[in-house]
């Protein structure tokens, strides 16, 4: 079923049947097919639909109202999303839905609530019967705001994400500061090197780091990132973005778990990036719906501890590196941050160099640096 | 009256060769007919069959210090002027020693006499020659008082005389100094005369038409004379837009002042107003921040305005907005009056020179931060908050899709504001320009909109005043705005 759907129009056109009925598509993708065929995310959509001015204003009063209702239940239940920010996104969903050329004329329509030419025609990238069926999951099943428009905005880019798919953390956007500020301004070779960004999802933190090279670069010799992860979804989306950005030149996207499809660049590693899963077992039935019923777990549990996936990544660091070159990775927090410091003090004792704790905007310790000696 | 007329078919427009269109005034009679003619200004070719032919003779009244080699020319001038003003309008006006030529009509209008007179004005649709030209005249006016138009013609005096001075050549950069700068002015001078020529030379047609009995020349001319005031009304407005930054993009930010949900719901229609009356006028329009309020309206919100000359209409905002109404958050349905403060921050261009800011004086800090974070929360909630620990100056920006777009978004807005305090604190140093302090400085309330028990907007500042707020909230602002713009042109010229 997932090979029958066109990528291109109405992603939530389900093949089977002859008319197009909207249908609402949740986790429908299996980790087991092989070929997955990434989503296109809305914004991206050909603007082939289309409704009248006065259907989106109803849709979209609907919409608000539903939001509203909201209230703060959700940040009481699991510090989920407020009424604010669901209106706040639901303008976002206004601004991919709607064909680029009117957005800014309809948007202020609907925002001042003027009912003049109620029967002009907008233009629309899906059906207005999807958004009804979207916005209700994305309210009432807490379905990620993310995977409702299929895309994240991170750092200077915008990512295709979808169910299977980590949604990439603005926390994370931290890293490619560290790669540029700390790696690339103080060892300026490193740019024309070979990066790893083990379990990539979407490919967030190897495509801006492949940007960061790129910018860094001196002459033509730039360096190339390697991208790897276990999930064949993220492995398809990952690609798409990296095509989405050209860069398939220099991304290269690789199937499998952590170090393993990085035989042949062992030991010249100029750098190693990761936001490996580091929750903690035990706290994933408490989290977020948004996150617990529709991330990948695979993504998210570390183990016992949380640190199982980043205490591999420091045991295969050492040797995958080249002497003089980057890590960092992200973690649960103070306590892991400590702890793997550490950890690499007493049984990698020599091996590197420069080792720090970085905190996220937050101010909560988040990541793990440091040089090969 | 003698007269005929070239129509030039191809372009509709009159071109007229011998027709007495404009009389000369002021020839002070203590004068020798040299004296109001300078050296530099003869050197224009003469075009007989161009409408210009009276410019030329006009544009130089000036040259009172001047001593001039060249009376053979000057002779064949003045018999020129003289045989055109062989109706004989001639009246003297003195300018301490200088004695000045005012254009004027047949009649003895001038642009001044015209302005003074308080005619009418109506839509451009009306074709009523004295609207027009009333409308024209005033914006004459408000170019002249933007030139600072005596100190320019005394200006002009002293560089005409400095010219004339037989050794000023010795000194070939102070030469050169001096000829350019009188080549500017005069170009200035220059442009509103011919303007005004022109204006007088078409009231005349008119009239003349009229006279005549010449339909198809009344409607020409009128014609003309429309076209004038559509022109008048944009070089206006460049006159009025003149200053430094205005030609810059901005930042307008409103804030509820005390009072709770009413306020933030006045400080919302304020920035709904804005947000309009920017759209219509074809900016960009982008919202940075926005705090909402908790039942309704906003604590407060930024938004960009992006396009040329945001910054010089929407500094007019700048102030204090109090509305009276009765509350529809108030059960017992009680009159309220609420505040909002706007601010206006230009947003500089490259070229201009920008405030250094350095890394480590900011503190970067996300909204909201709660729990645990990273991979436990997934929140499109990205705000970013941005501290200059030296001044204290802050920026947030949470409108943008990614933390880091919301980061780059606040760091704009807080180098503008970092600017503009620069700006304001060189003012300071200059007393001179101690008024555009008080523009960016908050608390002047400058106008209140009543909605109950009259309805009522006014400007306390100009005392601009209309009776349909509906519109004015809906942003339709302009009236209001170039009002205050013109009224600070005049406050300057006193000044000064």
Redesign the interface.
């Known amino acids: 079923m997932l090979k029958l759907r066109s990528s291109g129009l109405s992603c939530g056109v389900c093949a089977n049947f002859q008319i197009p009925i909207p249908r609402c598509f949740m986790n429908s993708i299996t980790t087991s097919s092989i070929d997955v065929k990434p989503k296109v995310p809305l914004y991206l959509r050909p603007p082939s639909f289309s409704a009248s001015l006065s259907e989106l204003t109803k849709w979209h009063k609907w919409a608000k109202n539903l939001a509203s209702s909201v209230g703060s239940s959700f940040i009481n239940l699991d510090?989920g999303?407020d009424s604010?920010?669901l209106r706040?996104?639901l303008n976002?969903l206004l601004q991919d839905l709607i064909e680029l050329q009117h957005r800014?004329v309809i948007l202020?329509r609907l925002?001042?609530g003027n009912n003049e030419n109620p029967d002009v025609s907008v233009a629309l990238r899906a059906p207005l019967e999807e958004m009804y069926c979207v916005w209700r999951q994305r309210i009432e099943k807490r379905r990620?705001?993310?995977y409702v428009v299929g895309c994240?905005?991170?750092?200077?880019?915008v990512l295709s994400v979808q169910e299977g798919v980590?949604?990439p953390?603005?926390?994370?956007?931290v890293i490619i500061d560290l790669v540029e500020g700390v790696a690339l301004n103080n060892v300026p070779e490193l740019a024309q090197g070979f990066w790893a960004d083990l379990g990539t999802g979407s490919g967030a933190i190897a495509i801006a780091t492949a940007r960061a090279l790129a910018t860094h670069a001196h002459g033509d010799a730039c360096g190339r990132v390697i991208a790897t992860d276990l999930s064949p979804v993220a492995v398809a989306v990952a690609t798409s973005n990296v095509q989405r950005y050209g860069l398939q030149d220099v991304v290269e996207v690789r199937k499998g778990s952590w170090f393993e499809p990085l035989k042949d660049v062992q030991g010249k590693l100029a750098g190693v990036l990761s936001?490996p899963?580091?929750?903690p077992s035990g706290?994933i039935s408490g989290?977020?719906a948004?996150?617990g019923q529709h991330?990948p777990i695979l993504?998210?549990d570390g183990g016992i501890s949380g640190t199982n996936d980043l205490l591999h990544l420091i045991d295969g660091v050492a040797s995958m590196l080249k002497p003089g070159g980057f890590f960092a990775f992200?973690?649960?927090?103070e306590k892991q941050c400590k702890f793997l410091v550490e950890y690499i003090e007493n049984e990698k004792p020599g091996s590197f160099r420069d080792m720090n704790i970085v905190s996220?905007?937050?101010?909560?310790q988040?990541f793990v640096m440091g040089f090969r000696r | 009256m003698s007269y005929f007329i070239f129509k030039r078919s191809s372009n509709g427009s009159f071109c007229i060769s011998q027709y007495i269109r404009t009389k000369t005034r002021a020839f002070s009679s203590l004068h020798p007919l040299d004296n109001f003619l300078d050296s530099n200004q003869n050197s224009k070719v003469f075009d007989p069959g161009c409408s210009s032919i009276l410019h030329n003779s006009l544009k130089k009244p000036f040259g009172s210090f001047s001593f001039l080699p060249s009376s053979s020319l000057l002779g064949s001038q003045n018999q020129h002027s003289l045989r055109l003003n062989r109706k004989g309008w001639i009246c003297a006006r003195e300018f301490g020693s200088q004695a000045a030529i005012e254009p004027c009509t047949s009649d003895g209008l001038t642009v001044d006499g015209i302005a003074s007179s308080k005619w009418t004005i109506l839509e451009e649709s009306e074709s009523d020659w004295k609207s027009h030209a009333a409308a024209i005249a005033q914006s004459i006016q408000v170019i002249k008082r933007r030139l600072q138009w005596k100190k320019l013609m005394v200006r002009l005096d002293l560089l005409s005389a400095e010219l004339n001075k037989p050794d000023l050549w010795n000194d070939p950069v102070h030469a050169g100094k001096i000829s350019r700068e009188h080549g500017s002015l005069m170009g200035k001078m220059k442009e509103v005369k011919a303007f005004e020529q022109e204006l007088l030379e078409h009231i005349d047609m008119i009239k003349l038409a009229r006279e005549e009995d010449d339909t198809e020349l009344e409607s020409e001319s009128m014609k003309a004379l429309l076209r004038m005031r559509r022109d008048s009304k944009d070089k206006e407005l460049e006159a009025l837009l003149a200053g430094e930054h205005d030609s810059c993009s901005c930042y307008i930010e409103v804030q509820a002042g005390a009072g709770g949900t009413e306020s933030m719901d006045w400080a919302a229609m304020v920035m709904q107003m804005y947000k309009t009356w920017a759209q219509r006028r074809g900016y960009g329009v982008t919202v940075v921040d926005e705090m909402p309020g908790e039942i309704a309206g906003i604590k407060r919100a930024t938004i960009k305005v992006d396009g040329e000359y945001a910054f010089g209409y929407a500094k007019a905002e700048v102030g204090v907005h109090r509305l009276v109404r009765i509350s529809p958050f108030d059960s017992g349905k009680r009159r309220h009056t609420s505040f909002a403060a706007v601010a206006v921050i230009p947003i500089l261009g490259d070229g201009s020179s920008r405030v250094q800011i350095n890394e480590s004086d900011l503190r970067i800090e996300r909204f909201r931060a709660g729990g645990a974070g990273g991979q436990h929360v997934n929140t499109t909630e990205s705000a970013v908050r941005i501290v200059h620990i030296p001044t204290g100056v802050t920026a947030t920006c949470q409108n943008e899709r990614s933390q880091h777009q919301n980061k780059a978004s606040a760091m704009a807005v807080l180098q503008s504001r970092l600017d503009q305090l620069e700006m304001a604190r060189q003012a300071q140093m200059n007393s001179q320009h101690t008024q555009s302090l008080t523009e960016i400085s908050w608390g002047n309330q400058i106008r209140t909109y009543v909605l109950h028990p009259y309805r009522l907007v006014k400007d306390l500042r100009t005392n601009y005043e209309v009776s349909d707020p509906d519109s004015v909230l809906e942003g339709d602002l302009d009236s209001f705005i170039l009002s205050y713009l013109s009224a600070s042109l005049d406050k300057g010229e006193g000044e000064q």
């Open positions: 510090n999303p604010t920010l706040r996104e976002w800014s202020s925002e001042s990620p705001f993310q994240e905005h991170w750092r200077d880019l980590l949604i953390r603005p926390e994370t956007e936001n899963p580091y929750i706290d989290l977020q948004e996150v991330e993504a998210l992200e973690t649960n927090g996220d905007f937050a101010g909560i988040r």
